[in-house]
Every structure is written in C-alpha cells, then in structure tokens.
C-alpha cells in the first residue's frame, strides 16, 4: 500500500489537518486517488477541481500518481464555495473505522 497524505484545500477553516489514506500500489491510477480521497473526506467528486500535490504542483494522469510516495501531502482544491454542497455525511458502515462485529458487542 501507497500511504498519503490528504486535506480539502481551505485557507478559512481554523483547523485544517490531513488525513491519512491507503492506495493498493497495483491500481495507483488518478481515478482511484479521486476515488478513494473523495470517499474518506466526505466529498463530492464531482466538485473536485484538481488535486495539488503540495506545495504547487497539479496531479494531471496516472503517470503522476504513480510517481507519488509515502506521505506525500496532496490537496483537493474544489470548485464550488457553498460548504452545503460540497460535504456529505458518510454513513457509519461507510466510515474507514467502522467494525460491523464491533459495533454488534454488547458489555
């Protein structure tokens, strides 16, 4: 696995840390970077303007994604400002945490 780290490019928000997100290194292809980083930040794909690996460059194609290495810091810099349309709320089984077995314990 391809470990990196991501963050919604937002100069207003207070806090503004990166998450960390795993990519099996036999499908490291910009498709699957959009994919799996829109997934764990709760975001839109659609809304994805680009995705800049930091501090100033574009990520275009596969080519360069697969040149990325370990916790390298990418930005997802999004195309639309109102907040209500960017984010949705992933559901619990949807969480990257989340342990159906876990979450059936009782104490």
């Known amino acids: 696995e391809l470990v990196l780290k991501v963050r919604i490019q937002n100069p207003n928000l207070r806090e503004n840390d990166f998450i960390e997100i795993e990519l099996d290194r ?9 994919r799996v980083s829109c997934r764990e930040l709760g975001v839109n794909p659609e809304h994805v303007q680009k995705i800049r690996k ?3 460059t574009m990520l275009r194609k596969d080519k360069d994604v697969a040149r990325l290495q370990d916790f390298q ?3 997802l810099v999004l195309t639309v400002s109102d907040k209500k349309l960017l984010f949705r709320v992933p559901t619990l089984s949807e ?3 989340y342990n159906k077995k876990a979450s059936e314990l009782t104490y």
């Open 95 to 97: 969480r990257s945490g």
């Open 73 to 75: 810091e990418l930005e």
């Open 54 to 56: 930091l501090p100033n």
């Open 26 to 34: 036999q499908e490291l292809t910009y498709k699957e970077l959009l």
